[in-house]
């Protein structure tokens, strides 16, 4: 059963850029499809990116695609996803996600981490 731990949010201008990291333990993640989702305040959880476990094949929601990238380092069971020139409008808790491939849904979470945009 796999654990996920996120971590590399904060606060971040505009203009800069942000680096989250999602570190696996206790399953087979190299064989898993790994996500990123976020979650506003008073907002629907929405999916943000996705990586297959040979970190080739990848999948963005229109909203963040040509800005964030998402990537995995599978000797250290960690999944990123690169944010540059983040928005306001992408202040919100970031989640990655665990799809086994024997399951049809992403069935392990971790706790989130807070990304906050200002202008």
């Known amino acids: 059963q796999v654990q996920l731990v996120e971590s590399g949010g904060g606060l971040v201008q505009a203009g800069g850029s942000l680096r989250l990291s999602c570190a696996a333990s206790g399953g087979t993640f190299s064989s898993s499809v790994m996500g990123w989702f976020r979650q506003a305040p008073g907002k629907e959880r929405e999916f943000v990116a996705r990586?297959?476990?040979?970190?080739?094949?990848?999948a963005y929601a229109d909203s963040v695609e040509g800005r964030f990238t998402i990537s995995r380092d599978n000797a250290k069971n960690t999944v990123y996803l690169q944010m540059n020139s983040p928005k306001p409008e992408d202040t919100a808790v970031y989640y990655c996600?665990?799809?086994?491939?024997?399951?049809?849904?992403?069935?392990?979470w971790g706790q989130g981490t807070q990304v906050t945009v200002s202008s």
């Open positions: 990586v297959t476990w040979s970190g080739s094949n990848t």
């Open positions: 996600a665990a799809r086994p491939n024997y399951s049809r849904d992403y069935d392990y």
